[in-house]
């Protein structure tokens, strides 16, 4: 089986490839279509493989081996187009109606930064971009690419990753984490339980991700009220937004030698009609125990798989369409937690996904008409060895948004106004107590952008309405009196960016969130057998309220580009599962959700340097301090200050780096929490890129803890059974087409 769906969107690729390519200058310009060719400016060589996006349409192409593209696009008198493709830096170009475009791409060592699209009204360079920002894509998506969306990003200064094996890592943004943060799938919320349990791993893959963008920050308005430590988009447009003019896509092999990893994806876009694209996908991933320097964690497999179909009709005035995407993960949570369970427990997911998307571009002033609808279900089974089913959650929403987006409008350059609602269903089983609840949301927001040159305003507010309802009420509970609650505020946030001379911007913003309590840190009473842990509720807690301060300073050059950031969250309220040092009558340790008043400071910066002749440096640096307010105490779980260093040399055709990634030991720990020393590991990483029956392939090999060091990281949860992994390599091969 596992053979077999490896090889079905590889053998697709190469029958693909075989087809012949018109080249660009003999194609007619038609209307409506954009044609050219995209060559290397070093000798002229066309270029198989680049990519070419019209900015502000979504519509996009891969080049063939002649260089040449073809992208059909709605009238418009101008259009930009930005070129990009693996060792060569990305180029932007304005291409008239019946022109035809010729693209000189430069060689580079260091590739451009890619547009950002989330928690932003329009496509924006990252190093223009408000707050601070990452984007994963192409060949640095395909280096960092890990099993789970946690791991792949964890390069990015201020992300941590909390995990309870390799199955399970949860990402952590300046400290925060739950749903302090938000992880979405083409800007939509997965609707899993990642934020009930250390043990729950998100059901979403990031193998066949497009892009991933990483914004740190309060900066979600257009997404939800909670954020203040980021937002983690996996972009894969699942509902496609143009028809091609000739089948694309990708497919990828991944291998791992740390837990004997081997998993396949690939993903293909086709026209049916004139007007009707069909995007299909499909991955698998297969993993066996965690190898680390002093033997294994065992009980820690997984297997993963998921598959979606998505068409929409593509027209002048925009588009409308559907998917519908399933996803299983069967993975393992290790045993010998001391009073807790001796044996693995097995943990199975179940998601299944529809959703229709239409954006209507009117005109007139008026960008787009966005209507988004979804339902998702999703189960979990957590089982023990003995065949109790310690836990189950069930989870279904039904929701829909609507947003109007502007063009400029007086003083404002763009802007939105939205609304949203859902409506979710809680179902729990197993020895974890929680009654069955029903959620309500309503939210409504505005956002817009000012450009005084030199300056860029963005200014958003957001009203919600959160309705939380058991199926029984019980004043007399032992944990209080369980009861419907209901929440509302206003959030907010302002955001600005100075242009200085030169290459140097300066920028900030401010923002006001509001969480309401979560089912589970409201009701939950009893053992959550997987997490080693027997959690008590509050019924009786109240909102969080948080503000959020970022300060950054930008330097952006042809050879060296910096960013430092320095941020602050205060937040009143804080939930988070207070360690009582006692144990329950099951012999589990017992966490009180408790909510206090608590302050989180911190710093990041990165630094890339590219000399000449194809050598880059590259250094990150985090850190963030978390204290309760009332007692000055450390804040449990924080990450401690860690970074990464990094030289490389990237010709076109191959790469090379030589890394190390160090923490400094955590000393400030909260209470019943042990610190952890720091550590340094190196690791190599090298690829070629070349061009085979007109297609681009690429290799990457990647090859972590090279001394294999023992070494633990301060946010894992099974620290004490066992160290991170060792000595590991990871192999990866992907074609586009």
């Given amino acids: 089986m596992m053979k077999r769906l490896i090889a079905v969107p590889f053998i697709l690729s190469m029958g693909l490839s075989a087809a012949a390519v018109p080249s660009a200058a003999q194609a007619q310009q038609d209307e409506g279509v954009l044609e050219g060719i995209v060559r290397s400016a070093k000798g002229g060589m066309p270029l198989a493989g680049a990519t070419v996006t019209v900015v502000g349409t979504g519509r996009g192409a891969v080049t063939h081996g002649d260089g040449a593209f073809r992208i059909a696009v709605p009238d418009a008198e101008q259009y930009q187009l930005r070129v990009g493709r693996l060792g060569y830096a990305t180029a932007t170009v304005e291409v008239g109606p019946r022109e035809s475009a010729a693209v ?50 964890a390069t990015v200064p201020g992300v941590a990753v909390n995990s309870m094996g390799p199955g399970t890592a949860q990402p952590v943004i300046r400290g925060l ?112 125990d965690l190898r680390t320097p002093i033997g294994r964690l065992a009980g820690t497999q997984t297997d993963v798989w998921s598959a979606s179909a998505g068409t929409s009709w593509v027209d002048d005035w925009g588009y409308a369409g559907g998917s519908f995407r399933v996803f299983r993960n069967d993975y393992g949570i290790p045993g010998g937690f001391l009073g807790g369970h001796t044996n693995p427990v097995r943990t199975e997911q179940e998601r299944a996904a529809g959703r229709f998307r239409s954006v209507i571009r009117p005109g007139q002033g008026l960008e787009a008409i966005e209507l988004d609808a979804g339902y ?10 003995s065949g109790i089913l310690g836990a189950m959650y069930e989870r279904e929403i039904v929701s829909g948004e609507a947003r109007v987006r502007h063009g400029r409008w007086g003083p404002f350059t763009s802007g939105a106004i939205g609304t949203r609602v859902s409506f979710e269903d809680f179902g729990y089983g197993g020895v974890l107590y929680n009654p069955d609840s029903r959620r309500r949301t309503q939210a409504a927001y505005l956002l817009e952008e000012i450009q005084l040159d030199p300056v860029s305003i963005e200014a958003g507010l957001r009203y919600d309405r959160v309705e939380l309802e058991p199926d029984e009420e019980d004043p007399s509970s032992d944990i209080g009196h369980i009861r419907a609650r209901s929440f509302d505020a206003v959030s907010g946030s302002l955001g600005a960016l100075l242009r200085l001379s030169g290459p140097l911007t300066v920028g900030g913003s401010v923002g006001r969130a509001f969480r309401t309590p979560d089912v589970h840190e409201l009701y939950s009473e009893g053992p959550h057998l997987a997490s080693n842990s027997f959690d008590v509720g509050n019924p009786s807690l109240e909102t969080e309220t948080g503000l959020g301060i970022d300060l950054f300073g930008r330097l952006t050059g042809q050879r060296l580009n910096a960013e430092a950031t320095w941020f602050r969250n205060a937040i009143s309220g804080y939930i988070f599962p207070q360690a009582t040092g006692k144990l329950s009558r099951v012999r589990l340790p017992i966490y009180q959700f408790v909510g206090e008043d608590a302050v989180l400071t911190g710093f990041e910066g990165v630094l890339e340097w590219s000399m000449p002749a194809g050598f880059k440096v590259e250094a990150v640096a985090s850190y963030v301090r978390g204290t309760l307010s009332a007692t000055d105490e450390p804040l449990p779980f924080m990450p401690p200050l860690q970074g990464r260093l990094a030289i490389g040399y990237s010709p076109v055709d191959w790469f090379v780096e030589a890394e190390t990634r160090m923490a ?13 020393d720091g550590y340094a590991i190196f690791g190599v990483s090298g690829g070629v890129r070349f ?40 192999v990866s091969y992907r074609v586009v087409f």
Wanted: net charge negative.
């Fill in 664 to 676: 400094q030991s955590q000393e400030r720990t909260g209470r019943f929490e042990e610190p952890t």
């Fill in 376 to 385: 998702t279900t999703y189960q979990h089974h957590e089982q023990e060895s």
């Fill in 104 to 153: 000189d791409l430069e060689v580079a060592a260091v590739p451009s930064p890619d547009l950002v699209v989330t928690a932003v009204l329009s496509p924006t360079v990252a190093n223009e971009a408000i707050r601070p920002s990452a984007v994963f894509a192409g060949e640095e998506l395909q280096r960092q690419l890990a099993g789970t969306v946690a791991k792949t990003v």
């Fill in 691 to 730: 061009t085979f029956a007109g297609r681009l392939h690429v290799v990457t090999l990647h090859l972590e803890n090279l001394g294999d060091t023992e070494y633990r990281h301060h946010l894992s949860r099974v620290k004490e059974i066992m160290p991170e992994a060792g000595r590991a390599l990871s």
């Fill in 177 to 288: 984490s739950g749903d302090r943060i938000l992880i979405l799938e083409d800007g939509r919320r997965v609707g899993d339980v990642i934020n009930s349990g250390l043990d729950h791993a998100s059901a979403l893959s990031p193998s066949t991700a497009r892009r991933i963008d990483v914004i740190r920050g309060p900066s979600a308005i257009l997404y939800g009220s909670s954020v203040l430590g980021g937002v983690i988009n996996v972009v894969r447009d699942e509902i496609p937004r143009a028809v091609p003019y000739r089948p694309t896509g990708f497919a990828s092999m991944q291998g791992q030698s740390a837990t004997r990893a081997v998993g396949g994806s690939g993903e293909m876009t086709v026209g049916i009609t004139e007007n009707v694209p069909l995007r299909v996908e499909v991955s698998k991933r297969e993993s066996g």
